[in-house]
Nanobody, 127 residues
């Protein structure tokens, strides 16, 4: 497994932007597909986006398509989530997750696919 640490959360107004980072460490840290999930107050955790271990494939939840962009810096073992045009419904705790990627098909949206999780970072969008 890989150790994940998120950063970059905060308070922003509607329409604003934030960029989250997820630093991975551990053996073969750059061999993992990396994803973002979020959990709003009183709701279940939901999939946001995933990027393949080599950065060549990306998928997004419909709710964030066109507003959020996932990327990764392989050399830095870091995944990013650029969030633009933020809405109050984007408020929640954002979690980074990882699953082994090399030699496997692209990871999906199910939590059960991911063995490693970060501690989460709070994003609050005010109206």
């Amino acid at each position: 497994q890989v150790h994940l640490v998120e950063s970059g959360g905060g308070l922003v107004q509607t329409g604003g932007s934030l960029k989250l980072s997820c630093q991975a460490s551990g053996r073969s840290a750059n061999s993992y597909n990396m994803a973002w999930f979020r959990q709003a107050p009183g709701k279940e955790r939901e999939f946001i986006s995933v990027v393949a271990w080599n950065g060549r494939s990306k998928n997004y939840a419909d709710s964030v398509k066109g507003r959020f962009t996932i990327s990764r810096d392989i050399a830095k073992n870091t995944a990013y989530l650029q969030m633009n045009s933020l809405k109050p419904e984007d408020t929640g705790v954002y979690y980074c997750a990882a699953t082994w990627g090399v030699g496997r098909s692209m990871a999906g949206s199910r939590e059960s696919e991911y063995a490693s999780w970060g501690q989460g970072t709070q994003v609050t969008v005010s109206s």
